[in-house]
């Protein structure tokens, strides 16, 4: 992988989980486009290696399940073996609710499995991040959350619980490791117009109207503010929340 000292993120080694898809598969191409060596993650291997063949020879792929500890370690020591070490994670994975519910109708299981993906997933990584950057000496860890992470979401109190714990999370971390040269940060996304976010047009419509810039956000424009946050022009930024919400929360 060759390195182009001029750019942003040159020399910089990331990891990107849920990196095969949406907002993932934008980032870990951003990221290369800045001059970083990119890890590509996904439960789905196919879909992360479809993305790593794309950037070219700045990126590797591998599988991970966040809801898996063990399956977490090996995608971190796969990161640190293929790319030298690791400066830069973005725990991107998570899942949305099949459907709306009220709190009182949520089954247990639905609960379960969005708070192991969403919130146990982002826990697991971090625990394996944080111990592999200090010893390459720090990093930069950005943790998607969305406005599920700011707001409660009618329907979705189980995304909504998680979001709000990957707050918290990002905010302990942050505390925690910020002298020992880690920042940690948290993206919070409003609606985002991603193939696998299948809405009618009424849908999206509806959506759309929603955010005051009139529209949804595309991928790419949550991987700039991720990029930004993982580069060293956000030196001194740690435990912030960064919304891309076109205005969403303002209102």
Request: with cysteine; proline share 4%.
């Amino acid at each position: 992988m060759t390195d182009r000292p001029n750019l942003p993120l040159a020399g910089k080694r990331c990891l990107v989980t849920g990196g095969g898809t949406g907002i993932g598969a934008a980032c870990a191409v951003d990221l290369a486009g800045r001059g970083a060596s990119v890890m590509v993650a996904d439960i789905d291997h196919a879909a992360a290696t479809s993305v790593a063949r794309s950037i070219g020879d700045r990126a590797a792929a591998c599988a991970i399940d966040v809801r898996d500890p063990a399956s977490v370690a090996a995608a971190v020591d796969a990161t640190v073996t293929a790319l030298g070490g690791l400066d830069v994670a973005v725990n991107n994975a998570g899942v949305g609710v099949p459907v709306a519910r009220d709190t009182g109708d949520t089954p247990v299981d639905e609960w379960r499995r969005v708070l192991s993906v969403n919130l146990d997933g982002v826990f697991y990584c971090l625990r394996a991040e944080l111990n592999a950057m200090l010893a390459a000496g720090g990093g930069s860890i950005v943790n998607m959350g969305s406005v599920g992470s700011l707001v409660g979401l009618p329907g979705a109190s189980s995304y909504t619980a998680a979001k709000h714990g990957i707050l918290g999370l990002t905010k302990a971390a942050a505390a925690e490791y910020a002298g020992r040269g880690i920042r940690v940060n948290l993206v919070t996304p409003g609606y985002v117009d991603t193939t696998i976010s299948p809405r009618t047009p009424e849908q999206k419509a509806a959506l759309a109207a929603k955010h005051p810039l009139g529209r949804l956000a595309q991928s790419p424009e949550v991987a700039t503010v991720v990029c930004f946050l993982a580069s060293d022009e956000a030196s001194y930024v740690t435990g912030a929340e960064y919304t891309v919400d076109g205005g969403y929360t303002v209102i």
